[in-house]
């Protein structure tokens, strides 16, 4: 796990500034059709800045951000500090450190793909009350959309740790289907990103397989990202198809 981690050290400022929330629509479904309420306790597994965190707590949800990086952990601290029900964990998707049944609801954003799966599972089963619900969600983008092709282009041509977006999590990847046994319901909704020219580059450079300063070819690789943009801008902003998605089941009844 250790070198998962490490991954983002550094990165959190990009993070803060480049990634997008998640659709409303997303946040609406989980509160009118799954039961998630103000009175829900909320584990936000990898929970990076907050960035998915800040729509639960603006719902009055008491949320638990376990976050291993202390990069990302610490922004998170510093960006939800004025949420009462904000409480910050040191802890991994495999060992929370959370108590046994603290939680109605386990949610992971944009981070699944980094656990260990059948661990995780195993810890969702000793945190969550009898019968909990987990939400694997990501911000997806759409591949049939120009500039998110040319966007894999570049970063298949620059980096060496790239092995698609969202670490090549796909459409019911066998990943979601074996953790769930194979019974989740899916669900995607429209989320179109609109990014300026610093927010679009901060974006990559958030991402774990981006090349960091002072590595071979990143002056070039910005160079690229600039040159990318500015095939694609309009009135100075640029528009990246996406959508938000979520896998949503139960897991553990009968416990």
Request: proline letters at 2%; hydrophobic letters at 35%; aromatic letters at 12%.
């Amino acid at each position: 796990m250790k070198p998962v981690i490490r991954k983002f050290d550094g990165r959190a400022e990009d993070y803060t500034a480049g990634r997008p929330d998640y659709a409303a629509a997303l946040i609406d479904c989980m509160y009118r059709e799954y039961g998630v309420s103000d009175a829900s306790v909320i584990a936000d597994i990898g929970s990076g800045t907050g960035k998915f965190a800040r729509h639960l707590l603006d719902r009055g949800s008491v949320v638990c951000c376990v976050e291993p990086n202390d990069d990302m952990r610490r922004t998170a601290e510093e960006e939800l500090r004025g949420y009462e029900k904000f409480h910050s964990v040191t802890g991994t998707a495999e060992h929370t450190s959370l108590a046994d049944g603290t939680a109605d609801f386990v949610t992971a954003a944009q981070a699944f793909h980094w656990f260990d799966g059948k661990r995780f599972k195993e810890e969702c089963l000793r945190i969550l009350k009898d019968g909990g619900t987990v939400f694997l969600i990501w911000n997806a983008r759409d591949g049939s959309d120009l500039l998110n092709q040319e966007l894999f282009r570049l970063h298949t041509a620059y980096c060496p740790g790239f092995k698609g977006f969202s670490g090549g999590t796909k459409q019911d990847d066998p990943k979601i289907r074996s953790f769930f046994d194979g019974q989740y319901v899916s669900m995607s909704f429209d989320h179109p990103l609109t990014f300026d020219r610093d927010r679009f580059v901060a974006r990559c450079l958030s991402s774990s397989y981006s090349l960091r300063k002072g590595d071979k070819d990143y002056d070039d690789y910005i160079d690229a990202l600039n040159e990318l943009f500015d095939r694609h801008e309009h009135h100075g902003l640029v528009s990246v198809a996406n959508q938000s998605v979520a896998y949503v089941g139960a897991i553990g009844q009968g416990r």
